[in-house]
Antibody, heavy 121, light 107 residues
Framework: QVQLQESGPGLVKASETLSLTCTVS????????WNWIRQSPGKGLEWIGY???????NYNPSLESRLTISLDRSKNQFSLRLSSVTAADTAVYYC???????????????WGLGTRVTVSS | DIQLTQSPSFLSASIGDRITVTCRAS??????LAWYQKTPGKAPKLLIY???SLQSGVPSRFSGSGSGTDFTLTISSLQPEDFATYYC?????????FGGGTKVEIK
């Protein structure tokens, strides 16, 4: 059974860089798309971006200038780095595998439980 | 970005009820739509992909339909474990976007 688990600091200071890691067990990151999604307090879900197993990426333009998503094949992990954070980046961050079910779209399953990140001033 | 509008945003229903949630896209997205279930303390779960295909392991009381701009998620007979928040997501255009969610609560 595939499981994903997010890890990283729960508190980040404004203007610093947020770094999160997603550890994948029960599957290899040498296939599929590996995504980050977030949910800010009281708001809906926002797709952040993904890294394909080949290493190519696709980011949400609203975050692209501050964002890096990368793979660590040796550890079967992928990570998110978001620079120059502000209070608007306070959210629960989820990682998820994206799998093509035949229409070349990376449907998200499974997801991790999420990790709460607060940006402090 | 493509906007997804879900309705209703809140729904009160009883065990055994049939419910329908709608998702309308601001422009056509073919059938590249997913539905997810989000329950407090649990990881979000994929229910439906490609608008109408049931994800493996998901009970058959869940179904999806639609294409273009209008989509529906139907639960044929609500069970206690179905009280949750449901989100649609479009994967036709980058950036992928989600609807605002529909919270299903016990009447």
């Amino acid at each position: 059974q595939v499981q994903l688990q997010e890890s990283g600091p729960g508190l980040v200071k404004a203007s610093e860089t947020l770094s999160l890691t997603c550890t994948v067990s029960g599957d290899s990151i040498r296939r599929d798309f590996w995504n980050w999604i977030r949910q800010s307090p009281g708001k809906g879900l926002e797709w952040i971006g993904y890294v394909h197993y080949s290493g190519s990426t696709n980011y949400n333009p609203s975050l692209e200038s501050r964002l890096t998503i990368s793979l660590d094949r040796s550890k079967n992990q992928f990570s998110l780095r978001l620079s120059s954070v502000t209070a608007a980046d306070t959210a629960v961050y989820y990682c998820a595998r994206g799998t093509d079910h035949g229409d070349y779209r990376p449907y998200l399953d499974p997801w991790g439980l999420g990790t709460r990140v607060t940006v402090s001033s | 970005d493509i906007q997804l509008t879900q309705s209703p945003s809140f729904l009160s229903a009883s065990i055994g009820d049939r419910i329908t949630v709608t998702c309308r896209a601001s422009q056509g997205i073919s059938s590249h739509l997913a539905w997810y279930q989000k329950t407090p303390g649990k990881a979000p779960k994929l229910l439906i992909y490609a608008a109408s295909s049931l994800q493996s392991g998901v009970p058959s009381r869940f179904s999806g339909s639609g294409s273009g701009t209008d989509f529906t998620l139907t639960i044929s007979s609500l069970q206690p474990e179905d009280f949750a928040t449901y989100y649609c997501q479009q994967l036709n255009h980058y950036p992928f976007t989600f609807g605002g969610g529909t919270k299903v609560e016990i009447k």
